[in-house]
């Protein structure tokens, strides 16, 4: 019992030191970013390949509630998409940063719905 809780503690305490480190490398967006066509653009079709499956109207009902982006900030849309939350699996290994940050510049703009 004494060491499970040692463990634990040694765990706790390791998640706290590793993953600042993990984040440190995370971009900062801009405006002129998310404002550009482009980006939405790609964003758009990444999302249609991957995302809809779960974030669609089509979507079995229940797979994922509705996204409400508005309430978020790019970096965090960024950091969930990036890492995953809850039920949302990571994109870390499957997008390269480039298409992660255009996916947030997608689901953050106007033409976003789902
Ligand atoms: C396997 C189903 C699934 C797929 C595929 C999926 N998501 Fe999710 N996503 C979820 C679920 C479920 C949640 C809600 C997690 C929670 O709050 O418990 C979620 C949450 C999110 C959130 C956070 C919403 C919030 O308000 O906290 C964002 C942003 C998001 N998804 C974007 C995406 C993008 C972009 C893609 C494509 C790269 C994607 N998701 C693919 C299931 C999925």
Redesign the pocket.
């Known amino acids: 019992m004494k060491h499970r809780s040692l463990a634990l503690l040694i765990a706790l305490l390791a998640g706290v030191a590793i993953v600042p480190m993990a984040w440190a490398d995370d971009p900062a967006f801009t405006d002129a970013y998310l404002k550009e066509p482009a980006n939405i653009e790609l964003?758009h079709k990444?999302?249609k390949q991957?995302?809809v499956?779960?974030?669609g109207k089509g979507a079995y009902p229940g797979?994922?509630?509705k996204?409400?982006?508005r309430?978020?900030t790019p970096e965090?849309?960024y950091l969930?998409?990036t890492y995953g939350?809850?039920?949302?699996?990571p994109?870390e290994d499957?997008?390269s940063q480039d298409e992660?940050m255009a996916?947030?510049a997608?689901?953050k703009s106007d033409i976003f719905s789902n």
């Open positions: 964003g990444l999302f991957q995302c499956k779960c974030h797979k994922a509630p996204l409400k982006p309430k978020l965090d849309v969930r998409i939350f809850r039920k949302m699996p994109w499957v997008f992660r996916l947030t997608y689901v």
